[in-house]
């Protein structure tokens, strides 16, 4: 009876782990760097998507060339879940028009159980940037991917560099984890932010890398459970939550986690920042600890008076609630005199800020100097070491 019974279950069990594997080459793809090889992707994905098995594709070694923005869809598939290995890179055209006006280079849409693992993402982004930056009038760019209405989600191992635009979103989106991804793109190139995340919940960032030339990452309206851990972000922005605020009617962002992260260089640390503007957004719940900030302008910063050019903002208010928020052992050195710079709104105070462990020092040249703190419209506690003296 036993032994039926193990029987049986090795069987159940086999059937479960039954796979299927696709290599994009047998479908034409070629490692060349300038055959194109969207097609082949595209079909490889569709084999993959029409499985009733769980299925691998693999696109080995190689560079391959995906000339056009390409959506992998999921609403049809009866797979139950898709691996992509990536062993070689993908790139973009080095003509930045091919996806400049396309939302997204690689986008997946409506997918469930996907793991993308390993590989190389090259936007060939920098031409763009240079038409930006040159004051020409430029296409927006790419995001170099983007995962949409998607869930249980798992990109492990990949690098993405260069990107026109943001290098990875994930956007309405639930159980998506990150883990040993590594972006990087000049400094000083406009808008590429690292990851950028909107109305998502149940997201995890963990012992990631982020070199880029805005915020490492970026946390928009509707975002919940946020776990970020073993980051490392600069040169960059910094991980802010915001821009929030810009509509009126706008989804909350609650309960959120940054642990263990180093910031070298940034112009931002930990950031909340939202627009002088009427809006019944929120956010609650965040907890910033265990940060090392080394010559980082402005390590503690939340600002919610922000206006670029003083347009758009009839009040100069905002209308966003920050509450509960803690910073725990933040430790390193500012850029700035200001190392914590709390600008809270005036017509919704910030409440239930906690400083707990912060000790900031203020490097000038090669002196050491006190750093100071600023608070306006905010409200908490403050407790055990603090450097500089809390303004709460
Ligand atoms: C995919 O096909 C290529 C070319 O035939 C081959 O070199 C590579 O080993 C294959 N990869 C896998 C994982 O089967
Ligand atoms: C997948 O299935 C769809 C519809 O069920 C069909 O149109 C398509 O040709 C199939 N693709 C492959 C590669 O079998
Ligand atoms: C907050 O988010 C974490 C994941 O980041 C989750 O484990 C936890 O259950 C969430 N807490 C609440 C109250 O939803
Ligand atoms: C500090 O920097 C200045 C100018 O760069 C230099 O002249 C001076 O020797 C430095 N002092 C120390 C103690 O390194």
Redesign the pocket.
């Known amino acids: 009876m036993k032994s039926l019974f193990l029987v049986v279950i090795a069987i159940l069990s086999s059937a479960a782990a039954a796979k299927v594997t696709y290599n994009v080459t047998s479908f034409g793809a070629k490692g060349d760097g300038n055959t194109d090889s969207t097609k082949a992707f595209l ?1 490889a994905w ?2 993959a998507c ?1 499985s009733t098995k769980s299925a691998t594709i693999y696109i080995p070694t190689g560079t391959f060339l995906l000339a056009t923005a390409i959506t992998f869809a999921g609403e ?1 598939c009866m797979s139950s879940a898709i691996t992509i290995r990536i062993y070689g890179t993908l790139v973009a055209s080095s003509e930045y028009n091919a996806i400049a006006n396309s939302g997204d280079w690689i986008r997946f849409h409506r997918v469930n159980h996907v793991t993308i693992s390993g590989g190389t993402l090259d936007a060939k982004g920098a031409s763009l940037w240079s038409c930006k930056t040159s004051g020409k009038s430029c296409p927006k760019g790419t995001t170099s991917l983007g995962i949409y209405n998607s869930q249980n989600i798992v990109i492990s191992g990949l690098k993405s560099v260069n990107s026109q635009m943001f290098h990875i979103l994930i956007d309405a989106c639930t159980n998506v984890k990150l883990q040993g991804v590594s972006i990087s793109a000049s400094g000083v190139s406009p808008n590429t932010d690292g990851i950028h995340l909107i109305s998502s919940t149940g997201v995890t960032i963990l012992n990631s890398k982020i070199a880029t030339g805005d915020d490492c990452i970026s946390i928009g309206p509707g975002n919940t459970n946020l776990w970020i851990e073993k980051v490392a972000c600069g040169p960059g922005h910094g991980i802010s939550i915001g821009s929030l605020g810009w509509q009126l009617e706008e989804p909350g962002v609650q309960n959120i986690t940054v642990s263990t992260v180093t910031f070298r260089g940034t112009e931002n640390g930990v950031r909340i920042k939202t627009w002088a503007r009427p809006s019944h957004g929120f956010v609650t719940g965040v907890v910033f600890q265990h940060v090392t900030m080394v010559n980082v302008q402005n390590p503690i910063l939340i600002e919610q008076k922000y206006c670029p050019e003083g347009n758009n903002c009839p009040n100069q208010v905002s209308g966003v609630k920050i509450k509960d928020v803690v910073y725990e052992d933040i430790h390193g050195t500012s850029a700035s005199q200001v190392a914590v710079k709390l600008d809270c709104s005036e017509g919704n105070p910030c409440s239930g800020i906690r400083l707990q462990d912060v000790n900031l020092n203020y490097i000038r040249g090669n002196q050491t100097q006190p750093a100071v703190s600023s608070c306006a419209y905010a409200a908490g506690t403050a407790s055990g070491v603090l450097h500089p003296t809390s303004c709460l």
């Open positions: 079909s569709s084999s029409n049809r």
